[in-house]
């Protein structure tokens, strides 16, 4: 806890530092490639074995997407479901003792950017430039900047949700596993981690598992909703 | 006058620790919107299921989806007061330490604007949740107005964090003295 709960430089390239966030994220990446090799390898117009698994993800991500957004953006599915894939991978990474990409605003306020130049871009192509920007007047031209600052909070408060849980979770960990190791050390056995074995576990399926669920799911909804609504 | 005396004699260091740990717990009062709104959520998320045990499923999770939103404004205290004790921004400043430490004070009671989108986020998801129940057929539709007013309770919520952040990050006060 000397040096904080910020993420560590792990390396430098040509002078530019790379933390964990990032090679954590390659990590991530390296590992939803090579599963979507194996997944897609020799597929066959009748499914066997693995690809009845792949074909019933794909088939729940498109059934989500149509349910939120409406029939017509069918197509926002690849999207949304490759970010529901990297979100869940990287909020699970507490669970196996690395650090999470998303305890990071960076990489959290990137994907909120992308939400909302989505949201504004395909708004404005859906509805026309003139139809969309009139929309910031409504009910009143004199409500134009609450509007505007009600667009603005919509990146804000995505990225922050979702940093401030991941984060707080960690933080909440990493406390309990130095309590617990000063609660070993203070009985005498620095050295046998026994109370780091089984205790953690309940705080763990909390703040990783049900909150790093739970978050991602709230991520994509909300995005989905959000882009659907500048639409229509 | 002899109180101001007496807080002036500590190290500026000292003085700016201490309103940060002070502004630290005043943003966690925040905690007690998200409290009540989920609570409001949980007890019609009750209600919906035994008035429709069929529709429970699309219930429950409607409940868990708006009081994860409802959430958002004790995370943002959260931050704030994280931020204050792990990663403090203000104690290397330069400028006048009570300017500095009321800034940081000032930050945390900024966050309890918390309390207020916490109980309505969670009165629209507990009202969300009831007419899921009701009506399981309309949940996309219900949970997208839900969303959507949500997002709206939220704002407020967003200034205070913003004002808290600008306070902190970008302090405009140690310049004008």
Do not use: C
């Amino acid at each position: 806890m000397e040096e904080g709960f910020g993420p560590k430089v792990i390396f430098d390239l040509w002078g530019i530092p790379v933390t964990e966030t990032v090679v954590n994220t390659w990590i991530i990446m390296i590992i939803l490639v090579v599963i979507s090799l194996i997944l897609t390898r020799g597929l066959k117009k009748v499914p066997k074995g693995k690809q009845n698994v792949a074909e019933a993800l794909v088939e729940s991500i498109n059934n989500l997407t149509t349910q939120t957004m409406g029939e017509d953006k069918k197509a926002f599915s690849s999207y949304m479901g490759s970010l529901f894939l990297l979100l869940l991978f990287a909020n699970l990474f507490g669970l196996i003792g690395l650090r999470p990409p998303t305890a990071d605003i960076n990489t959290t306020f990137a994907f909120a950017g992308l939400t909302f130049v989505m949201i504004h871009f395909f708004g404005a192509r859906r509805k026309g430039i003139g139809k969309y920007l009139k929309g910031f007047l409504e009910p009143f031209p004199l409500l134009l900047p609450l509007n505007i600052m009600g667009e603005l909070a919509t990146p804000i408060s995505l990225s922050f949700r979702l940093f401030g849980n991941i984060v707080g979770g960690i933080i909440v960990v990493s406390l309990l596993y130095g309590g617990l190791a000063s609660l070993s050390a203070a009985l005498g056995l620095a050295n046998f981690p026994i109370f780091q074995a089984g205790i953690p576990v309940i705080f763990h399926m909390y703040f990783d598992l049900f909150a790093g669920v739970l978050q991602t799911f709230i991520f994509i909804m909300l995005s989905m909703v959000f882009i659907s609504l500048a639409m229509d | 006058m002899q109180f101001l005396e007496w807080l002036m004699s500590f190290d500026k260091k000292a003085i700016i620790l201490s309103a940060s740990a002070i502004g630290a717990g005043f943003a966690m009062i925040a905690g007690i919107g998200p409290g009540i709104g989920q609570g409001y959520a949980a007890g019609k998320g009750a209600e919906a299921v035994s008035y429709n045990p069929k529709g429970s499923k699309q219930a429950t999770m409607v409940m868990l989806l708006g009081a994860a939103v409802a959430e958002t404004s004790g995370i943002l205290a959260l931050v704030v007061a994280l931020i204050m004790l792990f990663a403090n921004p203000l104690v290397n400043l330069t400028g006048s330490g009570i300017v500095i430490a009321a800034s940081a004070i000032g930050a945390g009671l900024s966050m309890i604007a918390g309390i207020g989108p916490g109980i309505g986020q969670g009165y629209a998801a507990g009202k969300g949740t009831e007419m899921v129940g009701k009506r399981p057929k309309h949940q996309s539709a219900i949970v997208r107005t839900m969303f959507l007013g949500q997002a709206v309770a939220q704002t407020t919520g967003i200034y205070a964090l913003i004002i808290a952040l600008v306070l902190m990050f970008a302090n405009p006060l140690v310049r004008l003295l």
